[in-house]
């Protein structure tokens, strides 16, 4: 479906953005991908490796409406991934986080529709879901703006939907290069916030992946969750490091014990298919979707009351040689 097509990603310099890239250039052939992002160096890195005659990079933050507007023309897909994320910077930093996050998700909106773009994807995160740290909330607005940004169309042909996983396995800034570090510099021991710690972990191809199939299977206003195991925080370290002592340190601030992709509450909204959930739209949209039979014919049914997805109540768990192959593997 990508075939002729113009392809946007806002923060395409970032790890999911590469690798969605990559998997682009070599199982389809687009008119345009366009890298919308706000650091030079990164771009021109990027350059030396991905440099088909359709690439094209553009200086531009999402905070800035007029640039973006500019930069979506001609556009037929967009990846929304750009996003501060650290959390603990989030918490000292609240108002840059929330100019990104969520100012920039409504400029994505407005010049999406604008620009007459056929189908928007925004990426979030299991932090959204009841959350508990300013990233968490100013993800979890970034959501509902485009999950209600179907109602702000009219005529125009835009749909919208949320993709929503957990983390990133080697994905920088996570804990995966962060211990990788440490032990090749000689650490004595590798920190752990807390031994009950669990967390979902999904390799950055099978999020790109998703991503991708997801525009097959989009008809506006859902969130979808991939199916994906869960790791001990321990039995990771203990791959990486088998020899090497743990040191609890504390849960950083605003850092949860698990990791929670679709709330209680939300089990109401909660449709289940063979590999993914989708949450539908709690609000009313001009047009009505049968949300339990997606764009490939795939068919959905609704989860139990009560019912919620949270890294700790899981049914698939990581162990300790799983994970080892997997760090191999993301090495």
């Not at 640039?67 to 023309?73: G, I, K, L, T």
Request: one cysteine or more.
């Amino acid at each position: 479906m990508f075939d002729n097509k113009s392809i946007f990603i806002t923060g395409g310099t970032g790890s999911f953005g590469q690798k969605f890239i990559r998997s682009l250039l070599e199982n389809y052939r687009p008119a345009r991908i366009v890298v919308f992002s706000r650091d030079e160096l990164k771009q021109f890195e990027m350059q030396q490796v991905f440099n088909a005659p359709c690439m094209r990079y553009f200086l531009g933050d999402v905070r800035d409406a007029a640039r973006m507007s500019q930069a979506m023309r001609g556009i037929d897909y967009v990846i929304h991934a750009a996003a501060l994320k650290q959390v603990p910077a989030a918490e000292y930093n609240p108002t840059e986080c929330i100019r990104t996050n969520v100012n920039g998700a409504e400029n994505v909106i407005n010049a999406a529709i604008e620009n007459g773009v056929e189908k928007v994807i925004a990426l979030s995160t299991d932090k959204a879901a009841s959350p508990i740290n300013l990233y968490g909330a100013t993800k979890l607005l970034s959501d509902k703006l485009f999950v209600a940004a179907n109602n702000l169309v009219g005529g125009h042909c835009t749909r919208f939907a949320v993709v929503r996983y957990g983390n990133v396995v080697g994905s920088r800034g996570s804990v995966v290069p962060f211990f990788r570090k440490l032990i090749a510099e000689g650490a004595d021991s590798l920190p752990i916030t807390d031994p009950r710690m669990t967390r979902f972990w999904i390799p950055l191809h099978h999020g790109a992946d998703f991503v991708m199939k997801s525009f097959a299977r989009i008809q506006g206003g859902e969130l979808l969750v991939p199916k994906i195991p869960s790791v001990r925080i321990v039995d990771l370290a203990t791959s990486m490091a088998p020899l090497l002592p743990q040191r609890m340190v504390g849960i950083r601030p605003g850092e949860k014990l698990h990791e929670m992709m679709i709330a209680r509450d939300d089990s109401i909204n909660t449709l289940e298919f063979d590999d993914h959930y989708v949450i539908k739209p709690s609000i009313q949209f001009v047009v009505q979707t049968d949300y339990a039979v997606n764009g490939l014919g795939e068919k959905g049914k609704p989860v139990a009351e009560g019912f919620k997805y949270t890294s700790d109540n899981n049914t698939r768990f990581l162990d300790v040689d799983e994970l080892m192959k997997l760090d191999r593997q993301t090495a």
